[in-house]
């Protein structure tokens, strides 16, 4: 099974800060990867698929990169309602694997 | 609109099987896959697995194959995840949910989620 490896697993930032999550993929994915963002007693939210494509109506502080193994979402400006634990999560094979997550918070 | 409304929360005790359904609305419920993940208690999302409504083929994770059963009806728009032989650790709140915008390779829309509890 591919592995799905992400850093850091927690984080805490202020407001406006830039906030970068790293994905790792066990292996070649080429560009089948999306990020989720899960709130406490919420189903989750897809925010970024095929790795850097922005899903309808997620705001434009949110963005994806990379390719192959090597993966980034990017929160530009971080405000109170991002916090969450977000996951990425890879397509590419039958069977789907997601990161273990990462925990933002807010200072 | 797109809706995906799933069963509602049960107690089960170990070695028993468990049956969560989904029934969807708002769209074509034989052209997408509907898959199936689950978050235990202070744990990560985990995928479990997927069924082709259309031809009712189905993958599973490894962890579960075995003791997974993915079903579904197309005549009530609804699709079925049976897991037997629970322990403990089968607690969790389970999400059925669907692929459109991207092929089947992202999920768009989700359940509500579906709390199982397993305890004697």
């Known amino acids: 099974d591919i592995q799905m490896t992400q850093s850091p697993s927690s984080l805490s930032a202020f407001v406006g800060d830039r906030v970068t999550i790293t994905c790792r993929a066990s292996q070649n994915i080429r560009s089948f990867l999306n990020w989720y963002q899960v709130k406490p007693g919420k189903a989750p939210r897809v925010l970024i698929f095929a790795a850097a494509s922005l899903h309808s109506g997620v705001p434009p502080r949110f963005s994806g990169s990379g390719s192959g193994t090597d993966f980034t979402l990017t929160i530009s400006s971080l405000q109170p309602e991002d916090l969450a634990t977000y996951y990425c999560q890879q397509s590419y094979s039958t069977l789907w694997t997601f990161g273990q997550g990462t925990k933002v918070e807010i200072k | 609109q797109v809706q995906l409304v799933q069963s509602g929360a049960e107690v089960k005790t170990p070695g028993a099987s468990v049956k969560v359904s989904c029934k969807t609305s708002g769209y074509s419920f034989s052209a997408y896959y509907i898959h199936w993940m689950r978050q235990a208690p202070g744990q990560g999302l985990e995928w479990m697995g997927r069924?082709?409504?259309?031809?009712?083929?189905?993958n599973s994770a490894r962890k579960f194959q075995g003791r997974l059963t993915l079903t579904r009806d197309t005549s009530i728009s609804t699709a079925y995840m049976e897991l037997s032989s629970l322990t403990s650790e089968d607690t969790a709140i389970y999400y059925c949910?669907?692929?459109?915008?991207?092929?089947?390779?992202?999920?768009?829309?989700w359940g509500q989620g579906t709390l199982i509890t397993v305890s004697s």
């Open positions: 949910a669907t692929t459109h915008v991207n092929g089947d390779y992202t999920i768009d829309y």
């Open positions: 069924i082709n409504p259309n031809r009712a083929g189905t």
